[in-house]
């Protein structure tokens, strides 16, 4: 085999190895273990920030200019998900950049923990409902701070959560009091919500205020 073979191979391997996104679970629930779901919910919320917070910031002109970068990967909102936006305002993310954590657990060590939902419902009640797990509480936490750190025209923006779908078939979506008050902010009706949600895996807003 050749040299230049052999390191493709090579790269192709480590590039699928499983075992990070399956440690990366295990080290999650020794933490809680630890500290409690109170304490992991903190750590999380700290973990997801400071990631946030040490990417660069962003300045468009335009709504249109933002929303170009953000369909292209290009925004920090975007950077870890492909997205498209079915209106200005609406964000569906097709694929949750955590999915591969889970299956590959679950493949190889079983269900998750119950400490990844005990950690979700905390947050719910604590902070603001829209987890199904710790992957979530990752996830919206540090859209919300990277979204922060995004300016048009001078204007902060800021992002909602509206509903998250699981591989599993679990899903959340936001109390019926703040539903109808989302879908309007993303401009969708509940029935293009059901669509988006059969074929996708999150569906959220941005805007400025």
């Known amino acids: 085999m050749s040299d230049d073979r052999e390191m493709k191979l090579r790269a192709t391997s ?11 679970h295990l080290f999650l629930e020794d933490i809680a273990d630890k500290q409690g779901a109170a304490g992991m919910n903190t750590y999380l919320m700290s973990l ?18 933002f929303l170009e970068a953000l369909r292209a990967g290009d925004s920090i909102l975007s950077t870890f998900e492909t997205v498209f936006t079915p209106t200005e305002n609406c964000v569906v993310t097709i694929t949750n950049p955590f999915e591969r954590g889970w299956t590959e657990y679950t493949k190889r060590i079983g269900k998750l923990s119950r ?77 293009q919500l059901n669509m988006f949600m059969r074929n996708n895996a999150i569906v959220w807003c941005v805007y400025t205020e």
């Open 14 to 24: 480590i590039k699928n190895n499983p075992f990070v996104d399956v440690a990366a």
């Open 48 to 65: 997801a920030t400071s990631l946030a917070k040490s990417m660069p910031e962003e300045e468009y002109d335009t709504w249109d200019a």
């Open 115 to 191: 400490i990844h939902t005990d950690v979700a419902d905390y947050y719910n009640s604590t902070v603001k409902p829209g987890a199904i797990d710790t992957s979530c509480i990752i996830h919206q936490t540090f859209r919300n701070a990277a979204a922060d750190r995004i300016s048009v025209n001078g204007k902060r923006v800021k992002c909602a959560q509206i509903a998250t779908i699981h591989s599993d078939g679990s899903k959340k979506i936001a109390p019926d009091e703040w539903l109808p008050i989302l879908l309007e902010k993303a401009g969708i009706t509940q029935t």
